[in-house]
C-alpha cells in the first residue's frame, strides 16, 4: 500500500501562486509515476500533470503548460506542483496520485491505484 498526503491548497487571488506538496509513504518504492489531477463541482477529474519517479520525465496538460511546474524530491518521497499565474478557472480539488504500472506517464484516473485525499484550490477573480 501507498499513501499520500497533499497539503499547500487554499484561497488565491487571480495571478497568484501556490505550491502543492505530496508526500507518499508505505511502499512507495513501487511507484513509477506520480500525478496530480483536479476536480472541479460538476465537472470530471482531469488531468493535470505527471512525473515519473525514477527518471523525472514529465507531462503536463494543455491548460497548465507554462503556469504549472511539477517536480519532485526523491529523498523526502514528496512530489510538488508549482502553480503561478493562477486563473479562476484552476479553482478545483487537486489530488496527488500514484501509479505503479508499466505505462509511465499515464493520463487517465483509472490507471492510478494510489489517491491523496485531496486539498482545495480556489481562485478569486
Known amino acids: 500500500q501507498v499513501q499520500l498526503v497533499e497539503s499547500g491548497g487554499g484561497l488565491v487571488q487571480a495571478g497568484g501562486s501556490l505550491r502543492l506538496s505530496c508526500l507518499a509513504s508505505g511502499r512507495s518504492f513501487s511507484i513509477t509515476t506520480m500525478g496530480w489531477f483536479r476536480q472541479a463541482p460538476g465537472k470530471e477529474r482531469e488531468f493535470v500533470a505527471a512525473i515519473t519517479w525514477s527518471g523525472g520525465i514529465i507531462s503536463y496538460a494543455d491548460s497548465v503548460k507554462g503556469r504549472f511546474a511539477i517536480s519532485r524530491d526523491k529523498a523526502k518521497n514528496t512530489v510538488y506542483l508549482q502553480m503561478n499565474t493562477l486563473k479562476p478557472e484552476d479553482t478545483a480539488v487537486y489530488s496527488c496520485?500514484?501509479?505503479?504500472?508499466?505505462?509511465?506517464?499515464?493520463?487517465?484516473?483509472?490507471?492510478?491505484?494510489?489517491w491523496g485525499q485531496g486539498t482545495q484550490v480556489t481562485v478569486s477573480s
Open positions: 496520485a500514484a501509479a505503479s504500472g508499466f505505462v509511465l506517464l499515464p493520463r487517465r484516473p483509472n490507471e492510478y491505484a494510489y
